[in-house]
Protein backbone atom coordinates (compact mmCIF):
# COMPACT_ATOMS: atom_id res chain seq x y z
CA UNK A 1 0.00 0.00 0.00
CA UNK A 2 1.06 3.25 -1.36
CA UNK A 3 1.71 6.03 1.86
CA UNK A 4 -0.47 8.83 1.47
CA UNK A 5 -0.64 11.93 3.07
CA UNK A 6 -3.40 13.25 5.32
CA UNK A 7 -5.14 16.25 4.69
CA UNK A 8 -3.85 17.40 8.61
CA UNK A 9 -0.57 16.71 7.03
CA UNK A 10 -0.76 18.43 3.62
CA UNK A 11 -2.24 21.53 5.66
CA UNK A 12 0.17 21.97 8.44
CA UNK A 13 3.14 21.78 5.84
CA UNK A 14 1.19 24.07 2.81
CA UNK A 15 0.66 26.57 5.79
CA UNK A 16 4.45 26.21 6.97
CA UNK A 17 6.00 26.52 3.66
CA UNK A 18 3.28 29.95 3.28
CA UNK A 19 4.75 31.43 6.61
CA UNK A 20 8.30 30.40 6.55
CA UNK A 21 9.27 30.60 2.51
CA UNK A 22 6.70 33.10 0.92
CA UNK A 23 4.61 35.20 3.46
CA UNK A 24 8.44 36.57 4.39
CA UNK A 25 8.91 37.86 0.68
CA UNK A 26 6.15 39.60 0.26
CA UNK A 27 5.32 42.98 0.53
CA UNK A 28 1.80 45.10 1.40
CA UNK A 29 -1.43 43.62 0.02
CA UNK A 30 -0.33 40.59 -1.00
CA UNK A 31 1.70 39.91 2.10
CA UNK A 32 -1.69 40.42 4.08
CA UNK A 33 -3.46 38.05 1.57
CA UNK A 34 -0.95 35.34 2.46
CA UNK A 35 -1.42 35.65 5.95
CA UNK A 36 -5.12 35.72 5.52
CA UNK A 37 -5.16 32.14 4.08
CA UNK A 38 -2.54 30.85 6.48
CA UNK A 39 -4.81 32.04 9.14
CA UNK A 40 -7.48 30.48 7.48
CA UNK A 41 -5.30 26.86 7.05
CA UNK A 42 -4.71 26.99 10.80
CA UNK A 43 -8.48 27.24 11.65
CA UNK A 44 -8.76 24.20 9.23
CA UNK A 45 -6.01 21.94 10.97
CA UNK A 46 -7.60 22.61 14.74
CA UNK A 47 -11.14 21.95 13.44
CA UNK A 48 -9.44 18.59 12.13
CA UNK A 49 -7.67 17.91 15.72
CA UNK A 50 -10.97 18.86 17.48
CA UNK A 51 -13.20 16.32 14.83
CA UNK A 52 -10.81 13.79 15.66
CA UNK A 53 -10.90 14.69 19.64
CA UNK A 54 -14.70 14.26 19.96
CA UNK A 55 -14.39 11.01 17.48
CA UNK A 56 -12.25 9.35 20.40
CA UNK A 57 -14.29 11.00 22.96
CA UNK A 58 -17.97 9.79 21.53
CA UNK A 59 -16.19 6.07 21.07
CA UNK A 60 -15.22 6.45 24.79
CA UNK A 61 -18.60 6.95 25.84
CA UNK A 62 -20.38 4.68 23.88
CA UNK A 63 -17.62 1.78 25.33
CA UNK A 64 -18.77 3.10 29.05
CA UNK A 65 -22.63 2.87 28.07
CA UNK A 66 -22.06 -0.37 26.74
CA UNK A 67 -20.56 -1.91 29.42
CA UNK A 68 -22.84 0.20 31.76
CA UNK A 69 -25.51 -1.41 30.61
CA UNK A 70 -24.53 -5.08 30.98
CA UNK A 71 -23.65 -4.15 34.70
CA UNK A 72 -19.65 -4.71 33.68
CA UNK A 73 -16.64 -2.58 35.57
CA UNK A 74 -15.09 -0.06 32.79
CA UNK A 75 -13.22 3.51 33.59
CA UNK A 76 -12.83 6.48 31.60
CA UNK A 77 -8.84 5.99 31.27
CA UNK A 78 -9.13 2.06 30.35
CA UNK A 79 -12.53 1.78 28.69
CA UNK A 80 -11.07 -0.16 25.58
CA UNK A 81 -9.30 -2.00 27.74
CA UNK A 82 -12.18 -3.10 30.05
CA UNK A 83 -14.07 -3.58 26.88
CA UNK A 84 -11.81 -6.26 25.14
CA UNK A 85 -11.67 -7.95 28.28
CA UNK A 86 -15.34 -7.80 28.61
CA UNK A 87 -15.17 -9.33 24.89
CA UNK A 88 -12.61 -12.08 25.82
CA UNK A 89 -14.11 -13.30 29.40
CA UNK A 90 -16.90 -13.67 26.98
CA UNK A 91 -19.17 -11.47 29.08
CA UNK A 92 -20.14 -9.73 25.85
CA UNK A 93 -21.53 -11.78 23.11
CA UNK A 94 -20.37 -11.11 19.36
CA UNK A 95 -23.82 -11.25 17.74
CA UNK A 96 -24.42 -8.47 20.38
CA UNK A 97 -25.99 -5.17 17.78
CA UNK A 98 -24.80 -2.84 20.21
CA UNK A 99 -21.35 -4.67 20.85
CA UNK A 100 -21.09 -4.16 16.76
CA UNK A 101 -22.08 -0.45 16.69
CA UNK A 102 -19.76 0.33 19.76
CA UNK A 103 -16.84 -1.11 17.52
CA UNK A 104 -17.82 0.49 14.40
CA UNK A 105 -17.93 3.40 16.77
CA UNK A 106 -14.27 2.32 17.93
CA UNK A 107 -13.00 1.77 14.67
CA UNK A 108 -14.04 4.94 12.59
CA UNK A 109 -12.91 7.28 15.49
CA UNK A 110 -9.15 5.45 15.07
CA UNK A 111 -9.19 5.91 11.34
CA UNK A 112 -10.51 9.49 12.18
CA UNK A 113 -6.92 9.88 14.10
CA UNK A 114 -4.79 7.71 12.72
CA UNK A 115 -5.93 7.34 8.57
CA UNK A 116 -8.85 9.78 7.97
CA UNK A 117 -9.06 9.70 4.31
CA UNK A 118 -9.64 6.15 4.70
CA UNK A 119 -13.17 6.68 5.84
CA UNK A 120 -14.25 8.51 2.73
CA UNK A 121 -13.12 5.41 0.19
Known sequence: MI??????DLLTEARRVLL???????????????LMIANAMGMAIRELEFNAQNKAEEAD???LSLLETHGLPGHNDECESSLADAVRERQLEGGNVTLRKVLRTLTEARLGINSPGYLKR
Open 3 to 8: NQPEAH
Open 61 to 63: RAV
Open 20 to 34: ESLAPELTGERKYEA
